[in-house]
């Protein structure tokens, strides 16, 4: 018997064709499991978070611990700065002596010529505390004129000791305002000078036979009137630490 042919036998290989492919396609993934990765970010969360706390708390304990250091660094320095200024000599101004104090004219010029020497008495007044003196230099001024400048020597004073420090300048045919010189002449022979000095240096403590590294000081006798010293008078010049 013929095998049939035609439309017939034409849709059924067709649909046979559609229905091998259609059941050979991959099947699509299930969609992703919403509760599983809820979880996940939210424990992903907590410990951020935990992190974070911790890392907060000691960021805090770190601050505070330098926070304590630096002010207990401040206060023993405050308390070492304030015990060294309290041990500074008291200095005064006891003498002056003026050798020469000479003004002359040259080529429209006041050129001033001096020798001049003061003394200045140093009071160790602390009975355990050794002091020694190092860099030292002191200069004169009267009423804005310069009066010299000098390097001293250094030295050293032993508790409850006195010692007369001599300051000596002299000037060599400086320049100077003719008005200032001049002045400053008439007020020498009045006995009215006023005389400002100044001394520098660096300054260190012993204690027990160890040494204490100090600070610079400063010595500053401002306006001593030389009346006052020719009356017997010596006035107190102030004395101050510097950094």
């Known amino acids: 018997m013929a095998a049939k042919s035609g439309p017939t036998a034409l849709h059924k290989n067709l649909s046979r064709r559609v ?5 050979t396609l991959a099947k699509p993934l299930p969609p992703p499991d919403d509760d599983s990765d809820t979880e996940s970010q939210n424990s992903r969360s907590r410990c951020a ?5 911790l890392f907060s ?52 010029n006041t050129l ?30 009267s009423e804005g004129v310069n009066l010299g400048y000098i390097k001293l020597p250094a030295m050293r004073q032993k508790p409850h000791t006195s010692t007369d420090l001599k300051v000596r300048t002299a000037l060599n045919r400086a320049m100077v305002e003719e008005a200032a010189a001049t002045e400053l002449v008439d007020k020498l022979n009045k006995n009215l000078m006023v005389i400002d000095a100044m001394l520098k ?13 100090g600070f610079g000081f400063k010595v500053k006798c401002h306006s001593i ?5 020719d009356n017997g008078h010596a006035p107190k010049c102030n004395s101050k630490m510097t950094l």
Do not use: W
């Not at 978070?49 to 706390?53: K, L, M, P, R, S």
């Not at 207990?72 to 005064?92: N, T």
């Not at 020469?100 to 040259?106: G, S, Y």
């Not at 009137?225 to 010293?229: K, P």
């Open 201 to 213: 240096g660096h300054i260190d403590f012993y204690l027990g036979g160890r040494k204490f590294n």
């Open 49 to 53: 978070c935990a992190c974070g706390a």
């Open 112 to 141: 001033l010529t001096t020798d001049i020497e003061i003394r200045l008495n140093t009071t160790n007044g602390n009975g355990k505390i050794g002091l020694a003196y190092g860099g030292m230099t002191a200069s004169l001024s």
């Open 225 to 229: 009137d030389q009346s006052e010293i």
């Open 19 to 23: 229905s091998f492919n259609e059941a």
């Open 57 to 108: 708390s000691c960021c805090a304990c770190v601050s505070i611990i330098i926070g304590v250091l630096i002010f207990l660094g401040l206060l023993v320095g405050g308390v070492y700065y304030a015990l060294l200024q309290s041990s500074l000599p008291e200095v005064r101004l006891h003498r002056l002596d003026v050798y020469k104090l000479n003004v002359t004219n040259a080529n429209d």
